[in-house]
């Protein structure tokens, strides 16, 4: 089991973009992913990639604004979101899994703490 820890939460304004990092300590997982949860709403998957392929895989709701990324020398995923809306206002957290399937709603066994992101207007 990996420890997963993410970086780069802040406010923004509308319009404006961040850039989300999420830092493995293993690189044997087979498909990362960034999810959301805002208050007082179920979390939701954000991005997918697989680290083997490279393919990735995103919600409807952030396809065209987000790219999610990884650098395997670094061990890192990363989310780079722009065109920020008050709705992307949320805590974000990366989840890692290993075994076939990857996607935003695959089953995800290792977590992240989460950082905070809040869009204003």
């Known amino acids: 089991q990996g420890n997963l820890v993410e970086s780069g939460g802040g406010s923004v304004q509308v319009g404006g973009s961040l850039r989300l990092s999420c830092t493995v300590s293993t690189n044997t997982y087979n498909c990362m992913g960034w999810f959301r949860q805002a208050p007082g709403k179920e979390r939701e998957g954000v991005a997918a990639i697989s680290t083997r392929g490279g393919s990735s895989y995103y919600a409807d709701f952030v396809r065209g604004r987000f790219i999610i990324s990884q650098d395997k020398t670094e061990n890192a995923v990363y989310l780079q979101m722009n065109s920020l809306r008050p709705e992307d206002t949320a805590m974000y957290y990366c989840?890692?899994?290993w075994g076939a399937g990857c996607s935003t709603e695959a089953v995800f066994s290792d977590w992240g703490q989460g950082t905070m992101v809040t869009v204003s207007s």
């Open positions: 989840a890692a899994k």
